[in-house]
């Protein structure tokens, strides 16, 4: 996840704040941003000329998505899955060899 930091100059006789994509942003103070929440953001606001904006490295972490985890996790299902599938093969051939 990448993270950001975007501050806003407003220009000569403007309003002191603006919101943006549902950030509320004041003229001349920085606020932080993450890629999993405000990637659109990040990306429109490095080519907006009234806000500067530091863009850092992706960390390789991924922020969870809200909800309950898995109860199994996705190896043991693919295997699972495999085996169901192989069952199901094997029957199916016991079917046609007695008829």
Do not use: C, W
């Amino acid at each position: 996840m990448k993270k950001a930091t975007a501050t806003y100059v407003a220009p000569e006789g403007d309003n002191k704040v603006v919101e943006m994509g549902g950030v509320t942003f004041f003229d001349g103070k920085s606020v932080d941003l993450n890629s999993f929440d405000h990637e659109h953001l990040i990306s429109k606001l490095a080519n907006n000329q009234h806000f500067d904006i530091e863009v850092g490295e992706d960390d390789g972490k991924v922020k969870r998505k809200p909800g309950r985890p898995p109860k199994v996790k996705p190896a043991e299902t693919k295997l699972a899955e495999t085996k169901q599938t192989d069952k199901a093969q094997a029957s199916s051939a016991q079917t046609t060899d007695a008829t």
